[in-house]
């Protein structure tokens, strides 16, 4: 009797070839968060559920797995932020600040296995984390790295930007009276587009009676719209002016960083959008989404922004902090299943080494490893089968690059069929 | 209220410094991995309970974790072996034979945390798996594996091989009769330094009435010897002579390579230990153990062998196979607290920019852009605080470069103190 082999639903599993182009995206991430000076930081996938759950309610709540041992309950982490900020509040005696940190780890969350929605997947995130204050510079960091990992997977992308503490500020500057919570407008805002055209104007009316004033300043689109739309209503409200200070930051940071390319990538890659507004509760500065242009209806496949306090369940100390996060998992499978992107043609090594007959498998053994001492990726057919079942084996590979060890080592190449004489 | 920050019991989290070193670790193995040819594979942390635990009883299915979700029982990973056969079971019609593959993860166990034992631990596993046969030309694939991460390691080891039908065959050829199981007197050789010397000799002399042979047998450290022996006694079960050729192979591959060595590393590295037989229900052919020379009470840190068939819980299909598994979370605790390894020095930037004054901001930036499109890793200091927290910044971040942005650039050694203008 044997039990079927069978993995969950929600759950990835590539097959070898997809794992190389997954790795190979993850690469990507992890190498640019490492030369933009992030540390890495590697927490346990089980923690205490008291503390990974200490702030944590609602509908997250529900997701997370957890069971118990003996007396200890435990659970599963379902994002990499609630355990950075148990580690500073556990840790900040010794970090140095600002701590830029980098998790690229699997999180988990037992929700509905929609289209695209998966129970295991991978976050990508980076952090900066002051102790008591961070300054809006570092914001600004963020577009170039985002812009810098997906120019390097070729993918046709927005950085969408906005600012919290603009959009407050808009709306104590027009809203009806002071009844009126920001909070309330944002979210109507965030709901315009699931929502009737005439639906919004009349519940927006009721917020902001001047609509089109409103309309005029969610389309706006860039700095210089901004700048004008602020003089010619002369708003001098407080949390606008700050937010548009720190947009005016964030911005002037990607032109600088442009004016040393010769593209002009990130002027072209980084819009204001004014309309966008994610992560209420959590986010109080500038925000970024990222959204696939050719697939925008994917929502957004990296996102973040400022928080005011990251470790306020832990600890009294103030960190703030700002960061982005790259859903890895989903974006793949956005790459095949909508973009569908093609396995890459890099094959998992660089050379097969197949012996001519079996009195040349040791010298078959020697030649790999002078190529792995070269660095190369190298196997070896070992087995005691015809040289047909070895080229076989080669295809099965996909390798492109075949050497034969007879008297003499002949370079195959696997696409041409071109064969030459190869010295080592 | 804030809730306590912590980790539970027998979870390791390191410090920034020591994540680095964890990560050269990681990434010796995992070059060295790629470099022989291993497909990487990526398997769920989450499995089906029932598929995980098909053949799992007695200790481990006490260790497991487990948890339901609706009518789904599920558990956690226990280690990297039962789910590559469970991937090889559902892939095979479209897998590459012999199929390579490392997998270097988290694994799972709630077992009592006495020193050195972790409940949450990576394992570092290669395995190559034949359809139906696999030439035991690939057995000899490893202790070249195993000396070559140890080596780049700088760790003083040696590497202990040997064969389970060898060791089958010499209690068929020597025991008392044929009521003797082989599987009992290897057990008792396993124990003998738990046991005391005379108790030993007078259980095994139950099985083996010549003691002395095999007290002589378990002694032998070299082929040579082991050929001497298998003379002087006239052995010809066949149990005994299809081991002796399989070790013979494995030892001819490390002489093989060894031969395009300066140093004979492989041949001091690797040792015949015929009384080594882990795994006793598991293992059937070759048996690879590695201890570490200055602390050999620790045990093994990369253990493994061959065996007959991977996944008979889930198929009828044959998978013989060979691998071995590194205990990386164990060997760097090893490496920390008994072997005193101070963590490296190397910093997780190459350089950092600090700008001289908040006029130098932007400019700093610049110089950081291009220094990372030369690859390098680069952190900016960009809060407005004055030049002495800047250089207290570098001090906690224990880099070895600064570069200070004035009119000029300066870069700065934070070891000697020297200082040199630099151009871009």
């Known amino acids: 009797m044997t039990t079927k082999p069978r993995i969950l639903k929600g759950f990835m599993e590539l097959s070898p070839s997809d794992q190389i182009l997954f790795d190979n995206l993850m690469n990507i991430i992890e190498t640019t968060y490492k030369k933009y000076g ?157 929502i009737k055209a005439n639906e919004f104007q009349t519940r927006m009316t009721e917020y902001i009676p001047a609509f089109e004033v409103l309309n005029e300043f969610i389309s706006i689109s860039d700095m210089r719209g901004l700048f004008e739309f602020t003089s010619r209503f002369e708003i001098t409200n407080p949390n606008y002016m700050i937010g548009l200070h720190e947009l005016e930051i964030v911005f002037s940071e990607i032109t600088n960083q442009e004016r040393s390319d010769c593209v002009l990538k990130h002027s072209v890659r980084s819009k204001l959008n004014l309309s966008i507004s994610r992560g209420l509760d959590y986010y109080t500065g500038t925000i970024y989404e990222t959204i696939l242009l050719d697939s925008p209806e994917c929502g957004s496949i990296c996102s973040g922004g400022r928080y005011d306090n990251l470790a306020s369940a832990y600890t009294n100390s103030k960190f703030p902090g700002v960061g982005i996060s790259i859903g890895l998992t989903r974006l793949f499978d956005i790459l095949k299943s909508k973009l569908k992107v093609e396995s890459t043609d890099n094959c998992h090594i660089d050379f097969l080494v197949i012996p001519f007959d079996d009195s040349k498998i040791n010298e078959a053994g020697r030649v790999a490893k002078e190529l792995r001492s070269q660095n190369f990726k190298v196997d070896v057919v070992k087995e005691h089968i015809n040289l047909k079942s070895k080229f076989k084996y080669a295809n099965k590979l996909k390798v492109n690059r075949v050497i034969i060890v007879n008297s003499d080592l002949q370079l195959k190449d696997m696409k041409t069929g071109e064969q030459l004489e190869f010295r080592l």
Chains 1, 2 share one sequence.
Not at 39 to 52: A, D
Not at 120 to 148: H, K, R
């Open 38 to 194: 992030f540390y890495h930081l590697n927490t346990p996938v089980i923690e205490c559920e008291e503390v990974l759950l200490a702030k944590t309610g609602g509908d997250t709540n529900k997701e997370v797995y957890r069971f118990s041992r003996g007396d200890t309950k435990m659970a599963l982490r379902f994002d990499l932020t609630v355990p950075l900020a148990r580690y500073v509040a556990m840790n900040h005696k010794s970090l140095p600040f600002p701590f830029k940190r980098y998790q690229i780890d699997k999180v988990f969350r037992g929700e509905n296995t929609q289209r695209g929605r998966f129970r295991e997947f991978y976050q990508c995130d980076i952090d900066i984390i002051g102790s008591e204050t961070l300054d809006v510079a570092y914001d600004a960091e963020f577009p170039n790295i985002i812009c810098e990992i997906f120019e390097l997977m070729n993918l046709n992308f927005q950085i969408q930007i906005n600012n919290r503490k603009l959009l407050v500020g808009f709306v104590e500057q027009f809203r009806k009276d002071e009844s009126v919570n920001p909070i309330d407008v944002i979210n109507l805002i965030d709901k315009r587009n699931k």
